[in-house]
């Protein structure tokens, strides 16, 4: 039962935005003992900046989810930035600290490369290649480079927000060797897809999988299909890959972590979700 001692996270998104998140939270809360709800709330980008500043008036409020559009508006209210949040140039998670302040991150690419990592991917030392410099894929690249990798490789037909993401990547990480021209995926250990390409049968593909090596770990940020069009061609070259779903299910523990709640692994989260088919 929701009282006053009950701890919310705000899911603070556009008012037509479909709000999955607390499908995922809230059963585990319930299962776990955890007196705590994600409450979903709609909010018109010309409205977000006051409103979550009203938000965190709440006595009650351990944090809030930002989705889009709000992802990017967040960065500029926030008191602190994390190297995440300046490479992605949005946030996703926001706090008040002890002093007061907002503090916020960036956890789709943290989801991403949890799920890559505990699949036995070791990513320090390795060149990878990121196509897509949209707001997932920049989140993706950003927590990429702050896993000791040796390159990266970005790419996307908008050359404009391509270079300033390479630029980006550039600032807050100098040592690493950053390209923003090609999305030949041959010589990279791992390839991501950050684009809506390859999601079905016969669809352009976002790269020539025929470059691609064997031995490169292929992933796909698509959730609406578990094994897109282009991780299919992947998988079938002999490729380990790793599905949308998991970049979700993977951070959500990220999330809890922030928030100073118990964590869980991705596998209990799935199993008592409670997320209808699509």
Same mark, same amino acid.
């Given at each position: 039962?929701?009282?006053?001692?009950?701890?919310?996270?705000?899911?603070?998104?556009?008012?037509?935005?479909?709000?999955?998140?607390?499908?995922? @939270?809230?059963? @585990?809360? #319930?299962?776990?003992?955890?007196?705590?709800? %994600?409450?979903?709330?709609?909010?018109?980008?010309?409205?977000? #900046?006051?409103?979550?500043?009203?938000?965190?008036? &709440?006595?009650?409020?351990?944090?809030?989810?930002?989705?889009?559009?709000?992802?990017?508006?967040?960065?500029? &209210?926030?008191?602190?930035?994390?190297?995440?949040?300046?490479?992605?140039? !949005?946030?996703?998670? %926001?706090?008040?600290?002890?002093?007061?302040?907002?503090?916020?991150?960036?956890?789709?690419?943290?989801?991403?490369?949890?799920?890559?990592?505990?699949?036995?991917?070791?990513?320090?030392?390795?060149?990878?290649?990121?196509?897509?410099?949209?707001?997932?894929?920049?989140?993706?690249?950003?927590?990429?480079?702050?896993?000791?990798?040796? !390159?990266?490789?970005?790419?996307?037909?908008?050359?404009?927000?391509?270079?300033?993401?390479?630029?980006?990547?550039? #600032?807050? @990480?100098?040592?690493?060797?950053?390209?923003?021209?090609?999305?030949?995926?041959?010589?990279?250990?791992?390839? %991501?897809?950050?684009?809506?390409?390859?999601?079905?049968?016969?669809?352009?593909?976002?790269?020539?999988?025929?470059?691609?090596?064997?031995?490169?770990?292929?992933?796909?940020?698509?959730?609406?299909?578990?094994?897109?069009?282009?991780?299919?061609?992947?998988?079938?070259?002999?490729?380990?890959?790793?599905?949308?779903?998991?970049?979700?299910?993977?951070?959500?523990?990220? @999330?809890?972590?922030?928030?100073?709640?118990?964590?869980?692994?991705?596998?209990?989260?799935?199993?008592?979700?409670?997320?209808?088919?699509?």
């Amino acid at each position: 039962m929701i009282n006053g001692n009950t701890e919310l996270i705000a899911h603070i998104g556009f008012p037509t935005h479909s709000f999955k998140s607390p499908m995922i @939270y809230n059963p @585990y809360f #319930e299962k776990a003992g955890i007196n705590a709800v %994600v409450v979903p709330m709609g909010c018109q980008a010309d409205n977000f #900046e006051t409103f979550l500043k009203s938000v965190f008036q &709440l006595t009650n409020v351990r944090g809030a989810l930002i989705t889009m559009p709000h992802k990017v508006t967040s960065v500029g &209210l926030l008191h602190e930035l994390t190297p995440t949040v300046r490479v992605a140039g !949005a946030c996703n998670a %926001v706090k008040k600290d002890a002093n007061g302040r907002l503090v916020g991150d960036m956890f789709d690419g943290a989801g991403f490369v949890r799920g890559v990592k505990r699949k036995g991917f070791d990513l320090q030392g390795k060149r990878v290649l990121v196509v897509g410099s949209g707001g997932v894929g920049s989140a993706i690249a950003a927590s990429l480079a702050a896993e000791h990798i040796a !390159a990266i490789g970005v790419f996307d037909t908008n050359t404009t927000a391509c270079r300033g993401l390479a630029l980006r990547l550039k #600032e807050n @990480y100098p040592q690493l060797d950053v390209c923003s021209d090609s999305n030949d995926p041959k010589g990279y250990d791992l390839v %991501v897809n950050a684009t809506p390409m390859g999601m079905n049968e016969g669809d352009p593909l976002p790269m020539d999988v025929s470059r691609i090596d064997p031995a490169t770990f292929v992933g796909e940020v698509v959730m609406r299909t578990e094994m897109t069009a282009f991780l299919q061609v992947a998988q079938n070259r002999g490729c380990q890959v790793q599905v949308g779903s998991d970049m979700l299910f993977e951070q959500i523990p990220a @999330y809890l972590e922030f928030f100073g709640f118990p964590s869980t692994t991705a596998e209990n989260l799935r199993s008592v979700a409670q997320l209808s088919p699509t």
